[in-house]
């Protein structure tokens, strides 16, 4: 799902999380007229599950912008962040492919919160190719 | 060019005294940021003071030399309840204290050496029955690359 405003492209690919200490793998691609990928974010179904027990890797165009066991909770937000700020930002980095790669961690420990099937958002911000004018 | 490399230490052990070594990549050219953090969480029994809990302390030293370039003293978080309530939504923990932009402790260290030693002291397990510790320690490094 994407939203075009303001030369900005907003998109959001969701990944099941539905096995306790699993590792769970999605790829989505990008938006054909995204120019540069500006930010990302993070949220969850399930916040205190994600901020507890998560980790991820994130690959944009097979280069990997975070390893493994980056905590999600780095790379998510709350209320007192204003709306637009409340993402990561890479910097102006060219999609390449298109491709992008979560895999996600659950760490398995139950001491803090108990597992439940869940959902990740992974939200991805960039910036909308100038069409030339005629 | 920048990378991030996470180097996870577990704690399983009461007064746990863990040396370990980082692996730098080879085209590592400086060392831009680092930041660390522990994943024990305390509950807080209704009424009590939350008092804040030192959980170890971290030192990071530059491997030919010896010299200290990092120590931190990691303090163990209280668990935060997942659901709140305010007048009359109920709120999850995600809207309260979280930020986004996770920033690092910013620094220039040059790597001459492709490892870094490091030094974790546990200082939870005098609170702790010792077969319930388990924790993970991770150590953040942001790294800026030679060109390619």
Same mark, same amino acid.
């Given at each position: 799902m994407s939203v075009k405003q303001n030369k900005m492209i907003k998109e959001v690919f969701t990944l099941d999380?539905? !096995?306790?200490g699993g590792i769970h793998k999605g790829s989505f691609e990008v938006d054909k007229?995204?120019?540069k990928i500006i930010g990302i974010a993070i949220c969850s179904s399930r916040d205190d599950i994600a901020y507890y027990r998560g980790a991820q890797a994130i690959k944009i165009n097979e280069e990997e912008f975070f390893p493994e066991n980056f905590e999600t909770k780095n790379l998510m937000s709350g209320l007192n962040v204003p709306p637009n700020l409340r993402f990561y930002r890479l910097g102006n980095i060219d999609p390449g492919n298109r491709k992008v790669e979560i895999i996600y961690t659950d *760490?398995?420990?139950?001491?803090v919160v108990a597992f439940e099937a869940h959902k990740i958002f992974l939200y991805v911000y960039s910036s909308l190719a100038v069409q030339p004018t005629e | 060019m920048e990378k991030i490399i996470v180097h996870t230490i577990r704690i399983t052990r009461s007064f746990e005294k863990n040396l370990f070594q980082i692996l730098l990549p080879?085209?590592?050219? *400086?060392?831009?940021g680092i930041a660390a953090s522990c994943d024990i969480h305390l509950v807080n029994v209704t009424g009590q003071p939350k008092i804040q809990r030192e959980s170890g302390y971290l030192h990071l030293f530059i *491997?030919? !030399?010896?010299?200290?370039m990092f120590a931190q003293i990691l303090h163990a978080s209280y668990r935060i309840e997942a659901w709140e309530k305010i007048g009359e939504q109920h709120l999850v923990i995600q809207q309260f204290s979280w930020k986004t932009n996770f920033e690092m402790l910013a620094t220039c260290q040059p790597v001459q050496n492709m490892v870094i030693d490091g030094f974790y002291e546990d200082r939870?397990?005098?609170?702790?029955e010792e077969d319930e510790l388990s924790y993970n320690v991770r150590i953040y490094l942001r790294l800026k690359m030679k060109q390619p």
């Open positions: 999380v539905d !096995t306790d007229n995204a120019d *760490s398995g420990l139950a001491d | 080879e085209n590592a050219e *400086s060392i831009t *491997s030919d !030399t010896g010299e200290k939870v397990g005098a609170d702790v």
